[in-house]
């Protein structure tokens, strides 16, 4: 099986990409990825002299590299997106650019053989809007409500409806928020447990008490697998652990897992729309896709800790860059102001 991952030296597709090298020897890969500020081509290095594996540096939304990259693929699994909600309420542009019309020309060239297999189109969690109480399931109606989630809603409805209008075999997955190695230091956990290490405060949005279902990466990456090999064509499925945490909660295990002293925890200005809560239900996934998941948070958020604490350089040449300034921008104000408020 021939495999074109799009955002593949992503954090989800890194680690996607690792799991299937290791777990299916007869599977290739090919990556397609533009390499944003949250691309690394270093990430799969390991694989540069495979000859299951190659890379193509290209954007989802130039027709010409698709249509060049993707005959000979029997699947597309669909990780490129812009996917950080503080950027997209900064600068949506390039959220709808690449997470809907990156989809659709992606869309447009698959559906040109009508042999390929299965389009799997990553979604989140996210389209469902905050969810106060229960958790949400495959049928609910979506309530985007940042620029990013509703950027994701409309990649993953444009996606369905190349099944429903030209029967391209789409799957979708709605997955929970995810952490583990590789993770882009501006996401809450990899962000607070780089600043733990450097000694710097931890600024938690609001009150602290939102809420999100947290999933160790390579649990996400079992349950794409699954959707590949026993998905069906047009059906969306839930992943997550079920682990819900607050954010304060977070913090403070990675205080603990870090020793370091809750005095780095700032309570800063909130996220503009900052849902409070995400939750699903992924008893689909669970009976159709025979999945569960299977690292708890303790081990997991260990696993991440015991990474970012021995690959340094991988994390502290990213925040020496372009970091930098963005951090600035998102950060300064709001530590001033929560000092100001001490
Ligand atoms: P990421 O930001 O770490 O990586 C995104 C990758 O896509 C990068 O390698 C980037 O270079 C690439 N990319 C961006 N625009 C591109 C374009 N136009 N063409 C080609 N490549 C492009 O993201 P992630 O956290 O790995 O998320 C991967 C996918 O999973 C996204 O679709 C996201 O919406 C979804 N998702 C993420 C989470 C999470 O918690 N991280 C949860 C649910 C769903
Ligand atoms: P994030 O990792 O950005 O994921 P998402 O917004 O997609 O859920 O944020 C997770 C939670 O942590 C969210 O409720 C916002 C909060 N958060 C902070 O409190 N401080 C921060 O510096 C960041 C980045 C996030």
């Given at each position: 099986m021939r495999v074109l991952v799009t955002g593949g030296v992503g954090f989800i597709g890194t680690n996607f990409v690792k799991y299937v090298m290791s777990n299916r020897p007869d599977w290739s890969v090919t990556v397609?990825?533009?390499?944003?500020?949250?691309?690394?081509?270093?990430?799969?290095?390991?694989?540069?002299?495979?000859?299951?594996y190659s890379f193509?540096?290209?954007?989802?939304?130039?027709?010409?590299?698709?249509?060049?990259?993707?005959?000979?693929?029997?699947?597309?699994?669909n990780f490129a997106a812009e996917t950080h909600v503080d950027r997209s309420i900064d600068d949506p542009a390039s959220f709808v650019r690449t997470d809907v019309e990156g989809v659709r020309v992606l869309l447009e060239e698959f559906k040109k053989d009508n042999t390929r297999k299965v389009f799997l189109q990553i979604s989140t969690d996210e389209v469902y809007g905050s969810v106060e109480t229960g958790r949400s399931s495959e049928s609910d109606a979506l309530d985007p409500r940042s620029p990013y989630s509703a950027s994701k809603a409309g990649g993953e409805l444009l996606a369905m409806s190349?099944?429903?209008?030209?029967?391209v075999p789409v799957i979708i997955t709605r997955a929970s928020n995810n952490y583990g190695p590789f993770q882009y230091p501006e996401k809450l956990i990899p962000l607070f447990i780089t600043n733990a290490f450097q000694g710097e405060k931890l600024p938690l949005y609001g009150d602290g008490g939102n809420m999100r279902d947290w999933m160790f990466v390579t649990d996400h990456c079992s349950a794409l697998v699954a959707a590949i090999e026993k998905g069906r064509p047009g059906r969306i499925y839930n992943v997550g652990d079920g682990q819900?945490?607050?954010?304060?909660?977070?913090?403070f295990a990675i205080l603990e897992a870090t020793g370091s002293d809750s005095d780095l925890i700032r309570f800063v200005e909130d996220r503009l729309g900052h849902d409070r809560r995400y939750a699903v239900d992924v008893s689909r996934a669970a009976s159709e896709l025979d999945w569960k998941p299977e690292i708890d948070f303790e081990t997991g958020l260990a696993l991440t800790v015991n990474w970012y604490r021995a690959n340094a350089q991988w994390w502290q040449s990213i925040k020496s860059g372009e970091f930098r300034e963005y951090y600035k921008k998102m950060y300064s104000a709001r530590l001033e102001n929560s000092e100001r408020n001490q």
């Open positions: 397609l990825d533009k390499l944003t500020y949250a691309g690394r081509q270093e990430n799969l290095s390991e694989f540069e002299n495979s000859d299951r193509v540096k290209g954007d989802i939304c130039d027709a010409a590299v698709v249509s060049r990259v993707m005959p000979g693929c029997d699947v597309v699994v190349y099944f429903t209008t030209f029967g819900e945490k607050t954010n304060k909660e977070v913090t």
